[in-house]
């Protein structure tokens, strides 16, 4: 019984840990992956197209 308490205090204490810097990530700090994304996206594209304009030889 001791070690099924425990095992639930513990579990307890996660999950509020969890529900609490979920709230700070939406609430005070949220993410900003769109544009960190779209920075990465651009970047990979503009080696894609520099790549393929060198290797055919074709002006850019």
Known sequence: MQFLTHALGRTAVILIGLV??????IMLWPPRHSHL?????RACNDVAVNYLFTKAKLPV
Do not use: E, F, Y
């Open 37 to 41: 994304l779209n920075k990465k996206l």
């Open 20 to 25: 609490v810097a979920m709230l700070i990530n």
